[in-house]
Nanobody, 124 residues
């Protein structure tokens, strides 16, 4: 069982930056692929980024490549999402998620555990 708690969301102007954190409970954090997803009002949840168990591999949605960076600190059971520069279309609730196994890093149904989400609002 893994519990995930996101933090770091907020209101920021376009061009600004935010760093989201996701703290995980449990002693097996390093065995999970970690992902970030987001859901805007009226839209389906979409994949943002994911990172391998050891942190050496990462995968991004095309719209955030070059702007967002996912990282993890296994010693602190935490995964991060650095977002810069932000655009109004990045406005959404951001969720972190954990999964076992490699297939389907960008598929939400493959993730076993989810956080409660943190709101990111980017004003124009």
């Amino acid at each position: 069982q893994v519990q995930l708690v996101e933090s770091g969301g907020g209101l920021v102007q376009a061009g600004g930056s935010l760093r989201l954190s996701c703290a995980a409970s449990g002693r097996t954090f390093s065995s999970y692929v970690m992902g970030w997803f987001r859901q805007a009002p009226g839209k389906e949840r979409e994949f943002v980024a994911a990172i391998s168990t050891g942190g050496s591999l990462s995968y991004y949605q095309n719209s955030v490549k070059g702007r967002f960076t996912i990282s993890r600190d296994n010693a602190k059971n935490t995964v991060f999402l650095q977002m810069n520069p932000l655009k109004p279309e990045d406005t959404a609730v951001y969720y972190c998620a954990a999964k076992t196994g490699n297939p389907g890093w960008n598929i939400s149904s493959r993730y076993n555990y989810w956080g409660q989400g943190t709101q990111v609002t980017v004003s124009s």
